[in-house]
């Protein structure tokens, strides 16, 4: 929310308002506060890193890292609209992979905006003469993660950390920058790069979706009941895939080499599929068998089980994405406060809600008193955060959301006939007029040259 955002807010509550110009002159003087209390904040967290790989006794330079971007507007969405990508401000976070608070532990910001609108276009920044936060020329690729990757894990290498292993997206290139760095560095350990389990997973749904000899195996009647079908058989099949997976990564306890070994789920799964019905039955050629056998092999095979033997994936740095775009919407664009407003995003992802606002308010200099009705608000707040952040993790809410999820699935399997939806109904609605008024024209005519043959 901006400042005539909060200002409209109030006003309509019959409560005086600050001047739209107060808020954003007050709101530059803390964004660079913010930024450096955060800033300083991450790196206690990379200190207390080196003391707990020392008290488990592992080196204290070693760290597993995961990896992720943020955009403020999609990186493809205006091909053939705008010259360059339409993204104009990025995030790239990297996490600790190391403890299950897993906290970020850098922040580098891309920001292609200028105060003044008519310095966007300028193609060396460094002779603006305006103060600003823009730091990235217009005609540089903000989708560039390697380099947002490189700047942040040069970070940790300046300070003595070495890179074992960082979970990135399966198209990302972030992983490039830290086998570059690792070199420069002259580092004794090289970085691996492992995927994250929930975007292959996505992708194996994908290819699954997309086979053409399965989609025609499926128990349907028309085109439209098979290729719905395929849909559900292959979010089935992944997941039955990444339970395997996961099932034999704990009967092995983390042991990688007896990994393959021991996948296989002993419960019939069918039974406990919310996508498929229990009489679901595919019978199968020997090429047919082959064919499923290669789409397994797509998340099972032995390269992928390499490539996912830790079992990581980057859910914290996309949580922590989102808590970004809650800070700095799509709807609006910060030139100003973009770096500040990231930063106060980031502390909030480590520390929670409450905590979060205490540290910030302090850095600023205006302290939340101790005992005072604002302080015991943020401790109700920060204690209902960590309550639904522990209650999300219990197998009792996991379960009700598979059920809910069942129940969905259920209900369409009812109903779709009856709400069916196709694209292109209006033109298709006006092309059965116009046919109807030609066999109408068709008919009157064929009638008269028969009343006239007669008469």
């Not at 700095?328 to 409450?354: D, M």
């Not at 200099?365 to 952040?389: C, D, F, R, W």
Request: hydrophobic share 25%; glycine share 6%; proline share 4%.
């Amino acid at each position: 929310m901006g400042s005539s955002g909060l200002r409209t807010i109030l006003l309509r509550g019959n409560i005086p308002a600050p001047s739209t110009k107060g808020m954003q002159n007050s709101a530059n003087k803390v964004n660079e506060k913010i930024e450096i209390q955060n800033v300083a904040d991450m790196a206690d967290i990379r200190t207390e890193l080196k003391t707990i790989n020392k008290m488990r006794g592992h080196p204290e330079s070693h760290i597993d890292v995961e990896g992720d971007g943020c955009y403020n507007n999609p990186l493809y969405s205006g091909i053939g609209k705008t010259p360059f990508q339409p993204a104009t401000q990025s995030c790239y976070v990297v996490v600790e992979n190391m403890t299950d608070k897993k906290l970020v532990i850098n922040l580098v910001t891309k920001n292609k905006l200028c105060s003044h609108g008519k310095d966007h276009s300028n193609e060396n920044i460094n002779k603006k003469n305006c103060k600003c936060t823009q730091n990235l020329q217009m005609v540089e690729s903000i989708g560039n993660e390697q380099r947002s990757a490189s700047e942040s894990l040069s970070k940790l290498y300046s300070e003595g950390f070495e890179v074992r292993h960082i979970t990135t997206d399966p198209d990302s290139s972030a992983y490039r920058a830290a086998e570059q760095l690792a070199s420069n560095y002259n580092s004794k350990v090289t970085p691996e790069h492992l995927i994250d389990t929930r975007h292959f997973s996505d992708n194996h749904r994908k290819q699954i979706k997309k086979n053409e000899i399965l989609t025609s195996l499926m128990p349907a009647r028309t085109k439209k009941q098979r290729e719905d079908l395929i849909g559900r058989f292959a979010l089935d099949l992944s997941q039955r895939c990444h339970a395997e997976y996961k099932s034999a990564l704990k009967h092995c306890d983390g042991n990688f080499q007896t990994l393959q070994k021991k996948a296989g789920i002993e419960d019939p799964w069918i039974n406990k599929s919310i996508y498929l019905p229990k009489t679901f039955k595919l019978n199968l050629t020997l090429k047919q068998q082959s064919e499923l056998r290669k789409c397994i092999n797509y998340r099972l095979g032995p390269k992928e089980l390499e490539r996912t033997k830790l079992g990581t994936n980057t859910q914290k740095s996309e949580c922590v994405n989102r808590i970004i775009r809650r800070s700095l919407p799509r709807s609006n664009t910060f030139s100003k406060n973009f770096q500040g407003r990231a930063n106060s995003a980031v502390s909030s992802a480590n520390h929670g809600p409450g905590e979060s606002v205490m540290a910030l308010c302090l850095s600023v200099g205006a302290p939340v008193t101790a005992g005072s009705k604002v302080h015991t608000h943020l401790q109700q707040e920060q204690k209902i955060y960590e309550n639904h952040k522990q209650y999300k993790k219990l197998p009792k809410y996991m379960k009700n959301r598979k059920q809910k999820a069942k129940i969905k699935f259920e209900l369409y399997s009812k109903n779709q006939e009856v709400n069916k939806y196709e694209k292109g109904m209006l033109l298709k609605s006006q092309k059965n007029i116009r046919q109807k008024m030609a066999d109408t024209t068709r008919g009157d005519h064929e009638a008269y040259t028969k009343k006239a043959k007669k008469s």
